[in-house]
């Protein structure tokens, strides 16, 4: 399947045209007026569709990152700044943070979020910034557990008790009574049937994990239904349900500060820091399917790319102050 030409689409281009987009966006906002850059920036934007798909893509979370600091002339001072030396590169990091606050927003921005998913992720009932942690005890007793850059909305009645799960990845130990107790993601639902799981929005799919009970799984489209229980783990999109998996109770551990990585491709590791990290990140086709296995310390997201480099054959590359990619090393 094809890039969306659409940032706003969900769908990425491919990570090298990302990342030459980054790298010309960083040249030219270092020196708007150079025509020399001017010219060469033109030759290569024009030389393909991937090329202009992923300057869009770029342009987008760009503007939606501008949009968050308020002042753009302090964006763009903290961008310059970052790209004299390593030092100021890291403290660059920091003050962008800062002036993003964590935000949820900025998290969704960074994966060029559909508007719509957006705005009701920010009006949530229930939501974390980019790398916070937080529980919350529901009227009925029910426990959640909500990782960062997470967004939900509770609806409980009479008759039913209902989670709506907009975006990240929630844990969830429900409360024993006859109500049912159900969680919509934007590719099916969930029924618990006494239990504690987490729930996980992702990109196109939605990844369950059973540590107690069972939980009925339903596709939205074509209905497709399965029972998950106690020690597995499957995917499900809108069309269908995938194979299960064991689960490690570890998995739960991030409710603690700690990312588990129990011999995980470096991508699904990726995917999971990424909650934990201001600004995007991304990884390289090449190395995604790199195992990750060890503690990591959620806290500090520098610290676990810098653990990563330092095992794996990779490179972390910030063309941007707000833009880390994980490439092959050379």
Request: glycine share 8%; charged share 25%; aromatic share 8%.
């Amino acid at each position: 399947m094809k890039p969306s030409s659409d940032p706003s689409s969900g769908q990425k281009p491919d990570h090298a045209s990302l990342q030459q987009a980054a790298e010309w966006y960083a040249r030219l906002s270092a020196d708007p007026h150079d025509e020399a850059v001017g010219a060469a920036w033109r030759r290569w934007h024009g030389q393909s569709a991937a090329h202009r798909q992923a300057w869009q893509y770029v342009e987008r979370v760009s503007r939606r990152f501008a949009a968050l600091q308020g002042e753009g002339d302090t964006a763009a001072r903290t961008l310059r700044a970052a790209r004299r030396t390593d030092t100021s590169r890291r403290q660059a990091l920091r003050t962008l943070g800062v002036l993003s606050g964590g935000a949820l927003l900025g998290w969704l921005g960074w994966r060029a979020t559909p508007l719509p998913q957006l705005l009701m992720a920010w009006q949530a009932d229930y939501r974390t910034a980019t790398g916070e942690v937080r529980d919350v005890l529901l009227a009925d007793g029910t426990h959640l557990w909500l990782n960062g850059a997470t967004a939900l909305d509770a609806d409980y009645r009479p008759e039913r008790r209902r989670l709506r799960l907009f975006a990240g990845e929630v844990l969830i130990e429900t409360a024993a009574e006859a109500r049912p107790f159900v969680v919509d993601t934007a590719q099916g639902s969930l029924r618990a049937l006494g239990t504690r799981f987490s729930v996980t929005q992702q990109d196109g799919f939605t990844r369950l994990a059973l540590f107690e009970g069972a939980v009925e799984v339903r596709a939205v489209d074509g209905g497709a239904t399965c029972i998950v229980r106690a020690g597995e783990q499957l995917r499900f999109d809108r069309r269908g349900i995938g194979t299960r998996e064991p689960v490690l109770a570890a998995r739960q551990a991030w409710t603690q500060g700690i990312l588990v990585a129990g011999d995980i491709p470096l991508a699904e590791f990726v995917e999971e820091l990424s909650r934990h990290h201001q600004g995007y990140l991304g990884v390289a086709p090449e190395v995604a399917g790199l195992r990750v296995m060890g503690t990591y310390p959620l806290h500090d997201s520098e610290q676990v790319l810098a653990m990563l480099e330092s095992a794996l054959p990779i490179r972390i590359q910030r063309p941007l102050p707000w833009w880390t990619s994980i490439d092959a090393r050379q």
